[in-house]
Each structure stands twice: as structure tokens, then as C-alpha cells.
């Protein structure tokens, strides 16, 4: 019998309706589209309009989308894995709802935070726990509402991030697909470069730090620059090495959508062709948590049964990481 890996068997996605392009951000800040685009590749992100809903409202459509697509029966999960960093409470678990929402009764839930890299981490998690034998559908949602913490008078962030989810569904494979290996990172000295100051148990939330904008998301945009192109490229470097991999080999990179000029980096330092990375951060910016099961979703039509699959992410605190996966099925 051969060995039990954890494969991807089913995507889902959801975008928000409204398009913030950058020619309305040219209204709201000192900025420009030339300029947008030249520093970040980003021409336009989905932004969640509705006041009254939050990412679990993400989460859910996409789970939704998966479901629908794949003729699962919400029942059969066992567990969901909630990645994102904008949960839309502090402590009641917003993977616990959607679970119940989506129907998924029968699976225990719980949010993952690792900001960027959470999808990524989760991959992980998801392979792990089906690799223990103990579940057989595993659903892995990366989801951001990330106009929740973001300051729209801050033009060096406002200009990067965007609303979106996606999920997928992880099962045992028995075929040597699925997920091959993984090369994970931190560094808590990113915790100085890119966070949200106040709302925590470090500095609680008072009329004063609202006073101060501090409950927005902030970053030396240089300094996680240089960290991201040099950490993100350098993992896949090294899971490339470590699993004998050329990029001959190499069918797809799926990288964070965070900069094209990182993603250009770690492409670059693979040795791949362009026609292998795949992107859409111009229309949806930087939608952290959901940026990685996005770019599955539009590019799954592309992917066949074996393909290697690199994925690479950066996120805040710092967290960052390579996998290595094989495809699992051909899109019917």
C-alpha cells in the first residue's frame, strides 16, 4: 500500500462586486495609477461595501462555491481550518460560524492567524492532520476583509490591499500527490514592521487609540520589502534543493500577491519562465489570507494531474514559507 499524502480535491472563490481601481483611489489620496502600478502591479482590488458583513461572510461563499462545484456533502467535513487575520471578532472563533453556516456540523473549527502567510500554514496543518489518519476532508478557507484595517488617508497602504476568499478541500491520496514537502519560517522581529498597533491585550483598546488611528494596519513598506523578496525567494530556493527539484521540473509557481517586483524576485531566483508564474494580483491586490486559494481558482482550468505546484508566501511578524505539491485531478 502506498504511502497516504494529503491532496487538493476541490476550490472555491468569492470576490466582492465592488471595484476599487486606482483611478478612484487617484480621488481619495495623493497617488496615481502609473505609479500604483509601476511600484506593485496592481491595477484595481474588490472591496467588501456591506457594513454589516465581515470575512466569515467571505469565507462562506466561497466555502459555498467549493461545495456547490464539487457535489460535496457539507456533512462529511471534519474539520475546517479558518485562515485569516481580520476575524470578525477577537475571540469567538469565526471558522466556528462558518462551519455552522455552510452546514458543516459535523467538523470542529478554528481560525489560524500567521497574517500572509496564513493560507500557507494552513496548507500545512490541513496536510498533517489528514496524513494522521484521523480525517479524511479537511477544508482549508483563506479569508480577508482587509478594508476592515485599513487606513483609506494612508496611501502607502490603502493603494496594496483588497477583500476575497478562497478554499479548498484537502482528502487522503494514496497516488504520491498531493502535499510533497514544506520549508516554514518566523522571525518575531517583523512585529516592529507591520502590524496593528493597538486592540490587543499589549495595548488594549481606549478612546485615545481610536483617537490615534492606531487600530489600522501600518508597515515600513522598505523594510518588509527587503525582508519579503529575500525570504520569500529564499525558501523556494531551498525547497527546490532539498527535494532535487530544477525548474525544469517546476510546472507553476503560486506566489503571495502581495508586489509583482517580489514575485518577480523568487521567480527569478528559481530560474523560471514567466509562462509558469501565475498571478492576479492587478485585479485583486493584496487580499492577504485568500491570496494563495485565489490564484488556485483562476489558474485551476491550467493544472493537470501531476503537475508540480511551488507556493511561497510572506506575511507579518514575520511568517514565510515554500510548499511543494503535486496536483491531485484534471478540472472535468
Not at 478562497?166 to 507591520?194: C, H, K, M, T, W
Amino acid at each position: 500500500m502506498n504511502k497516504m499524502t494529503a491532496a487538493i480535491t476541490a476550490v472555491g472563490s468569492y470576490v466582492p462586486d465592488f471595484v476599487l481601481s486606482n483611478k478612484v483611489l487617484e480621488t481619495m489620496v495623493d497617488t496615481n495609477d502609473e505609479w500604483i502600478t509601476s511600484r506593485t502591479g496592481i491595477k484595481e482590488r474588490r472591496i467588501l461595501k456591506d457594513t454589516d458583513k465581515g470575512t466569515s461572510y467571505l469565507a462562506i461563499k466561497a466555502a459555498q462555491d467549493l461545495i456547490a462545484k464539487s457535489n460535496i456533502n457539507p456533512l462529511e467535513i471534519d474539520m475546517i481550518i479558518m485562515a485569516t487575520a481580520t476575524p470578525d471578532m477577537p475571540v469567538a472563533a469565526t471558522g466556528a460560524y462558518v462551519a455552522t453556516e455552510i452546514g458543516a456540523t459535523n467538523a470542529f473549527a478554528y481560525d489560524l492567524q500567521a497574517a500572509c502567510s496564513s493560507f500557507l500554514y494552513g496548507m500545512s496543518t490541513a496536510a498533517a492532520y489528514i496524513e494522521s489518519g484521523r480525517y479524511k476532508k479537511v477544508l482549508l478557507i483563506g479569508a480577508d476583509k482587509m478594508s476592515s484595517i485599513v487606513d483609506y488617508k494612508d496611501r502607502t497602504t490603502c493603494i496594496i490591499f483588497g477583500d476575497g476568499a478562497g478554499a479548498v478541500l484537502f482528502e487522503p491520496n494514496f497516488e504520491g500527490l498531493g502535499l510533497q514537502d514544506e520549508y516554514l519560517r518566523s522571525d518575531g522581529i517583523g512585529r516592529d514592521f507591520l502590524k496593528i498597533p493597538a486592540g490587543g491585550s499589549l495595548v488594549p483598546t481606549t478612546l485615545q487609540t481610536v483617537t490615534d488611528n492606531r487600530h489600522n494596519i501600518m508597515q515600513d513598506g522598505k523594510t518588509v520589502f527587503k525582508y519579503a523578496v529575500t525570504n520569500m525567494a529564499d525558501a523556494s530556493e531551498q525547497i527546490l534543493k532539498r527535494n532535487n527539484l530544477t525548474n525544469e521540473d517546476v510546472n507553476w509557481l503560486v506566489p503571495h500577491q502581495a508586489n509583482k517586483r517580489i514575485i518577480d524576485a523568487t521567480a527569478n531566483r528559481m530560474n523560471l519562465e514567466e509562462s509558469k508564474v501565475l498571478m492576479n494580483i492587478e485585479r485583486y491586490g493584496n487580499t492577504t489570507s485568500a491570496t494563495l486559494p485565489l490564484v488556485i481558482s483562476d489558474f485551476e482550468h491550467l493544472f493537470k494531474k501531476g503537475d508540480t505546484i511551488i507556493f511561497a508566501a510572506f506575511g507579518g511578524g514575520f511568517t514565510w514559507g515554500s510548499v511543494y505539491l503535486k496536483w491531485a485531478y484534471d478540472k472535468k
